[in-house]
């Protein structure tokens, strides 16, 4: 890092600190690191050398660690490192306003039809495609949804999915603000839908993406306040359901881990354990929900609450075979986790194996995700490196 770089990471920093009224010595304390060493940070005259710091400073500024890198969404040059999110965001922009997008043709079956293949294309982490399909997709449920008076349910339905799909993708490349905007919109039309069940999956995202805005207690809250209303309003316990109702339970055990809320986070991953044996793998309405997918979050959770070990004991009794196909992303998402749970025992050699078969499973997953960075400054000694020529290449070019 450059000094101008590091004079502006401080800046940012510092900003961040006062808008939360902090001094100096008390946000120092609560990263544990000394007064000094966080005045050397905010003058430019050292770096922020570990993620785990930055992931406690953003934490405790109530910020996206974004904010304070400047750099999660674009590349060297200063572009964005997803190519389609500027694409997808002057989409967004259109709100269907006549001339937005040339309609002709362009039929719900058709529109539904390219929201199921970018939604398999985020779930296969072919986050390119997705982004090629999303832009004009976007313009075209938005102008579906004002051509004729009110937005049919139907209409609204098909752009709740569209909406949904550019949240899940826009969160997984890095993109947290136009994905929250985006899951936002799906909310809402899911709600305008009347479709009970969908507007419980759009809530299920959403519950993900306040924990993402550094907010788990009011995640947790909208979760589990989701899963309530499907209780009310859907008695009937068909598989897709119940898939929401557990997936509402993991977004909600997630949350709970974001707040290091150890009993709250177990007695929800066993209530969703619970759930998953009765539904067995499945994916519906894109939820992945299963005992896989259970013990996926379970993983997560236990690294988010600082237990490695724990976390790697579950992957290594995972059978990844059982999940439906398709699912690139669970997949891809173990080996991460694994990698950083084994990072953190010091395990270096193992998280690099595992960062490897990561990147060849699913490479566009491994480049655009910011969370995969958290174990590179862990893991990467030049040794190591040296060993695994390929690592190094991929290293380097995230650099």
């Not at 101008?4 to 600190?17: K, L, T, V």
């Not at 674009?74 to 999110?85: F, K, Q, S």
């Not at 799906?186 to 993402?212: K, N």
């Not at 992303?329 to 990698?339: F, P, S, Y």
Request: hydrophobic content about 45%; proline content about 4%.
């Amino acid at each position: 890092m450059t000094p101008s770089d590091r004079e502006a990471a401080g800046q940012r920093i510092a900003r961040a600190r006062r808008r939360r009224g902090l001094s100096q010595a008390v946000l120092a304390g609560l990263v544990g690191r000394s007064e000094s060493w966080l005045s050397q940070v905010e003058r430019g005259k050292r770096s922020v050398d570990s993620h785990s710091v930055l992931l406690r400073l953003a934490g405790v500024l109530r910020v996206d660690i974004e904010e304070l890198t400047g750099s999660a969404d674009r590349d060297e040059t200063g572009r964005r490192a997803y190519p389609a999110a500027s694409l997808i965001e002057q989409a967004m922009m259109g709100y269907g306003v006549p001339g937005s997008v040339d309609g002709s043709g362009v039929t719900l079956d058709f529109l539904r039809s390219q929201a199921r293949s970018a939604y398999q294309a985020y779930q296969a982490t072919r986050y390119d495609a997705a982004g090629r399909i999303l832009p004009g997709l976007i313009r075209g449920v938005d102008t579906a949804a004002r051509t004729v008076g009110s937005p049919s349910p139907a209409a609204c339905a098909v752009r709740a999915r569209v909406y949904d799909t550019a949240a899940a993708v826009l969160s997984r490349v890095g993109e947290p603000f136009l994905a929250w905007a985006a899951a936002d919109r799906a909310l809402f039309a899911a709600e305008q839908s009347g479709d009970a069940l969908l507007a419980a999956a759009s809530a299920w995202r959403m519950s993900y993406m306040i924990t993402g805005r550094k907010h788990p207690q009011e995640a947790l809250g909208l979760a589990m306040a989701a899963a309530a209303a499907l209780d009310h309003t859907m008695r009937a316990s068909s598989p897709a359901r119940l898939s929401v109702y557990g997936a509402l339970h993991l977004a909600a055990a997630t949350a709970a881990a974001a707040s290091f809320d150890r009993a709250t986070t177990q007695s929800l991953l066993a209530i969703a354990r619970g759930i998953a044996d009765r539904t067995g793998e499945a994916n519906h309405l894109g939820t992945a929900f299963g005992p896989v997918n259970v013990a996926i979050h379970a993983i997560s959770a236990s690294l988010r609450l600082g237990d490695p070990r724990t976390a790697a004991e579950t992957g290594e009794a995972l059978d990844l075979a059982a999940m439906p196909v398709g699912l690139v992303g669970r997949r891809t998402q173990v080996n991460l986790d694994l990698a950083r749970a084994y990072a953190m025992t010091r395990k270096d050699a193992a998280a690099v194996n595992l960062l490897l078969a990561g990147e060849r499973l699913s490479p566009q997953l491994v480049r655009y995700d910011p969370a995969t960075r958290d174990v590179l400054p862990n893991c990467c000694a030049a040794s190591t490196a040296h060993r695994h020529p390929s690592f190094g290449r991929w290293r380097t070019a995230r650099a």
